[in-house]
């Protein structure tokens, strides 16, 4: 906290970040008029969530792999009026899942700094940024400042005020394995909601393969290292759910997907925010249809998450089912028993224990 009251101090002799963040405080309260705060928030004014106003923002974080269905999660979350969204902040780290070691470390820290707003000690992620301009650009407030005053985006001087000024944080990151979030869970000053979102590993592999960073890359296009990953993310759920009852969830994509609507509200009303008009208009548009490409969330959701019993072949099935079958059994999925009933069943059962 003294580092970012100190940043504070050093901005305020910046007319032209002073500047750009009234015009944006102005744009939340805005869109904030007449929102209803959840009742598990306490609170009683907007203020009361704002960091630079001393407050506490409200705090949720999703966490999964590459093409489980996070980004439509993040648009979700995006779409909810006065959000911040750190999307894949862990995306300088590479085609990687982290699973230990000072790498481990360091991706927990990074998303400390950001959950809090501190963009000092970001040199690397910020290094990285220009190049990868995506880093930003899915969070539509900051990004549009960018636009105009490129000069800013990527220095911590403007980040770190700018973040501050929004009463909720939402962050999404595909590259970290749940167990390492316990100490994120454990902060109470931090308060953050975590959603563990998991896929049908099929389903995750057939969208896998439309993308050109994941072949070649072990972490990303090999099933059986997939499939250890869910089967040690599923005992470690098992085990948040009973130290973090309030505070953390595992849900499935499809489970969401087959019933959006109500799917949704539950999860919003996990993450303490409103089911609001914004939402509701994000789904109504993004989920009857499929259109764009492969990073779109304009999809029909009842079909878009079952598509690999089509796409797959027979033989490509039986050879993630063959690596998979703990982690398939243990989430809740039924498996393929040949090519004529992998084109007709339903794959998704009975969720046991969640």
Known sequence: MFVILSLFLF??????IDGVLAEQREVIENHMKGYVFHSKLNVSNLKDLVLEEGGQPVRNLIVTTWRSGST????????????????????????????HGEEAAQAVRNLRHLLDCDYSEMEHYLRYGPSHPWL??????LWGRCKTSSDLCWKPEFLSPFCSLFPFQSLKTVRLRLNLTEELLEDKKLGVRLLYLVRDPRGTLQSRRHREWCPGKKDCDDPETLCEDLIRDYITATVFRRKFPES???????DISFN????TKELLDFFRLDFHPDIQKFLQTHTGRNKGGVSSTFRDSKAAPVHWQKDLAWEEVQRIQGVCE???????YELAEGEEHLRSFRPVGRLEFF
């Open 136 to 141: 930003f650009s899915h969070n539509k407030f």
């Open 326 to 332: 703990k982690a398939l059994r243990l989430w809740g």
């Open 72 to 99: 439509f999660m993040g648009d979700i979350l995006l779409s909810h009026p006065g959000t911040y969204y750190h999307y894949e902040p862990l995306l300088d780290f590479g085609i990687k899942q982290i699973r």
């Open 260 to 263: 959006v609507f109500n799917e």
């Open 248 to 254: 953390f969830r595992a849900v499935r994509y499809e």
């Open 11 to 16: 901005y305020k002799t910046n007319p032209k």
